[in-house]
T-cell receptor, first 113, second 113 residues
């Protein structure tokens, strides 16, 4: 079965530190890739997505992610985090042209001033 | 546009009671989904619908039923609630054939005692 792994369950950083959250998936075919963010007490919002083309995609709030097909990875990065980035981050994958997302278990990010 | 809305926001049930969660979307999306979110487990798909009058099982369908009588509404029912169904429930919708980006509602926090 297709699965999505987020190995960092809880990350604690100071403001201005760089961030990289890992995401690996197990499906070998064409995939669509997503990162969603859930701020405390809020619903999930799309941060960025990859469908095709340039494997480095940029999202909102300075986030970016790189699709490395050979590694089945879609890691999320931000060069300098802010306190307001404190949230839970979910990677999600869908097989090309299908109707379901498979979510990872999430990474809780805490940023301290 | 209100996007995706969910009713109610919070609910406490006793074991064995029944209830229905309502999801509504005003974006004319064909696809609608019900997820549950539990700590350390990410989001798991309960049931979904690809159009009015159709439903399908997701990853964790047991103990839940759904109905999609109108395109804009997707109902999730618990016939006999169990403590294991204590969770946060999210509804989402997407438009087929476009980005497959799912738009999420604010969630319903359900506690079964």
């Amino acid at each position: 079965a297709q699965s999505v792994s987020q190995h960092n369950h809880h990350v604690i950083l100071s403001e201005a530190a760089s961030l990289e959250l890992g995401c690996n998936y197990s499906y070998g075919g064409t995939v669509n890739l997503f990162w969603y963010v859930q701020y405390p007490g809020q619903h999930l919002q799309l941060l960025l997505k990859y469908f095709s083309g340039d494997p480095l995609v940029k999202g909102i709030k300075g986030f970016e992610a790189e699709f490395i097909k050979s590694k089945f990875s879609f890691n999320l990065r931000k060069p300098s985090v802010q306190w307001s980035d404190t949230a839970e981050y979910f990677c999600a994958v869908s097989r090309y042209n299908t109707d379901k997302l498979i979510f990872g278990t999430g990474t809780r990010l805490q940023v301290f001033p | 546009n209100a996007g995706v809305t969910q009713t109610p926001k919070f609910r406490v049930l006793k074991t064995g009671q029944s209830m229905t969660l309502l999801c509504a979307q005003d974006m004319n999306h064909e696809y609608m989904y019900w997820y549950r979110q539990d700590p350390g487990m990410g989001l798991r798909l309960i049931h979904y619908s690809v159009g009015e009058g159709t439903t399908a099982k997701g990853e964790v369908p047991d103990g839940y039923n759904v109905s999609r009588l109108k395109k804009q509404n997707f109902l999730l029912g618990l016939e006999s609630a169990a403590p294991s169904q204590t969770s946060v429930y999210f509804c989402a919708s997407t438009k087929w054939g476009e980005s497959y980006e799912q738009y999420f509602g604010p969630g319903t926090r359900l506690t079964v005692t």
